[in-house]
């Protein structure tokens, strides 16, 4: 039995970190800009990253439900409070995008891929309900962060304290225990 994660969750979790990052981080700074073709520019690059988002996500979620992950020996609560972190992880992945792309219809700003493939509006132009997407987009958001910052300190804290391999077991070319 493997006690690492398959090359495939490895890349799908690192890409996925990487890009969430970028969206997060570029979601935070393109609000607070005036209103400009750069700042347009800019939602339509957050756009596709959520969109890419939300397609790897349910690519990782099927990946998941096909392939199991390396069993792990921890304290039954552990077990829990990781299985829901998880559980809440897979569910914004998809809740974040959506959505975003739910707040644009209703603002009346259709969702481009990649500047080429005009992607349906999901709901009907609503000045009210894009002011609460808005809110809601923006909440998931903070929610994942927190959730993100769970994750990572109790990766770390296995890494650094517990020294029982489970970081390595998700690190591209580590080597489980």
């Known amino acids: 039995m493997t006690t690492r994660y398959t090359p495939t969750a490895i890349v799908l979790h690192w890409l996925m970190a990487l890009l969430l990052t970028g969206a997060f981080v570029l979601g935070l700074y393109m609000s607070d800009l005036k209103l400009s073709p750069v700042k347009l520019q800019l939602y339509s690059y957050h756009k596709w990253i959520g969109i890419t988002l939300l397609a790897l996500a349910i690519f990782r979620v099927l990946w998941r439900l096909t392939h199991r992950p390396p069993e792990i020996h921890l304290p039954r609560w552990q077990q829990r409070a990781s299985s829901a972190v998880h559980g809440l992880l897979y569910v914004l992945f998809t809740a974040i995008p959506l959505s975003g792309w739910l707040m644009s219809s209703a603002k009346g700003f259709q969702t481009v891929l990649f500047g080429v493939l005009p992607l349906p509006d999901l709901v009907g132009k609503d000045k009210a309900l894009g002011v609460l997407l808005t809110s809601v987009h923006e909440s998931l958001n903070?929610?994942?962060?927190?959730?993100?910052?769970?994750?990572?300190?109790?990766?770390?804290?296995?890494?650094?304290?517990?020294?029982?391999?489970?970081?390595?077991?998700?690190?591209?070319?580590?080597?489980?225990?």
Request: proline share 3%; charged share 15%; hydrophobic share 60%.
């Open 142 to 177: 903070y929610l994942l962060l927190a959730l993100v910052l769970l994750h990572v300190a109790a990766a770390l804290k296995h890494q650094l304290i517990d020294r029982d391999g489970i970081l390595s077991r998700m690190l591209p070319g580590g080597v489980a225990k």
